[in-house]
């Protein structure tokens, strides 16, 4: 019983701190053709949240 204790602990504080994920409508996709990069966009705080190069 008492190794039930941390995991339903770490069960409860785990909830609180989990980002909340777009919506795919909210993301975009840039390929841009002379650098070849890609950048994944967050539309709704216009942001880019990735870049992928080369």
């Given at each position: ?13 785990s ?40």
């Open positions: 019983m008492t190794h039930l204790i941390p995991l339903l602990s770490l069960l409860l504080f909830q609180s701190s989990v980002a909340e994920l777009p919506g795919a409508g909210e993301l975009g996709v840039i390929i841009e053709r002379e650098p070849a990069d890609v950048q994944i966009l967050y539309t709704t705080s216009k942001s880019s949240l990735s870049r992928i190069i080369g």
